[in-house]
């Protein structure tokens, strides 16, 4: 276990975002404040299979909830200045600041699996939904 | 609440609809003055609006979006 040891990640290890499926160092700033980093290291192993979240495609979600919210609000209230107050007080409540660090090590591993969630995320993003539900239900849309 | 919130309650809906009716209220937001405003079109739109987010959002909570597979 000396000298040249195979690393199935070496190339991640010195320089960042230079694999995104692997390795995601994603640092994101929305509307609110939110930090994912994931770490997922695999030395000397092979036939590793890792499951793990799209930060990416998570923010997305989330960027899509709240411009539905934010369309929501346009056109029921308008662009009026009751409209941007409402608007305004629900980011005050949607406004988050979490911070979310996952370190996974697979080192002399054969034929395994990886799966991780980011579970910060994931609750953010259904709390978003479930205010964007409430508005609607009770302008009796759906 | 609809049904297409069952699978989604990070927060109980009771706390939500608080922040929500307070939000309203408190801005002297007037519901049932809004919903005769919305046109038809509107609603379906708004209405399948929100039936996709919660598909989305149901399938990024039920599982994992990226897979990596290492064939070495």
């Given at each position: ?23 995601q160092n ?17 030395r000397?192993?092979e ?7 799209d930060?990416?495609?998570a923010l997305s979600?989330q ?16 662009d009026?200045d009751?409209?941007?107050a ?5 980011k005050?409540?949607?406004k ?16 395994i699996?990886v ?8 609750v953010?993003i ?17 | ?39 038809a079109?509107q ?12 598909l ?7 599982k ?9």
């Amino acid at each position: 276990m000396s000298g040249n040891k195979w690393r199935a990640l070496d190339h991640c290890h010195n320089t960042r975002n230079n694999n995104a499926d692997v390795q995601q160092n994603g640092e994101q700033l929305v509307s609110n404040k939110q930090q994912s980093y994931e770490w997922i290291i695999v030395r000397d192993s092979e036939g590793v299979d890792i499951q793990t979240t799209d930060t990416q495609a998570a923010l997305s979600l989330q960027l899509g909830i709240q411009a539905a919210i934010a369309a929501v609000i346009s056109v029921t209230i308008g662009d009026t200045d009751q409209g941007k107050a409402v608007a305004q007080d629900m980011k005050q409540y949607i406004k988050t600041k979490q911070r979310n660090v996952q370190k996974t090590i697979v080192e002399g591993s054969r034929n395994i699996t990886v799966t991780t969630t980011d579970t910060d995320l994931a609750v953010n993003i259904q709390a978003l939904l479930q205010i964007l539900i409430t508005l609607v239900a009770k302008l009796d849309i759906l | 609440m609809s049904d297409s919130s069952k699978k989604t309650n990070a927060i109980p809906d009771k706390v939500i609809d608080l922040i929500v009716s307070n939000t309203l209220s408190k801005n002297g937001v007037d519901l049932e003055e809004i919903k005769g405003k919305l046109t038809a079109e509107q609603k379906q739109s708004l209405k399948e609006l929100v039936e996709e987010l919660t598909l989305q959002v149901d399938q990024f909570v039920d599982k994992p979006t990226s897979r990596k597979k290492d064939s070495k």
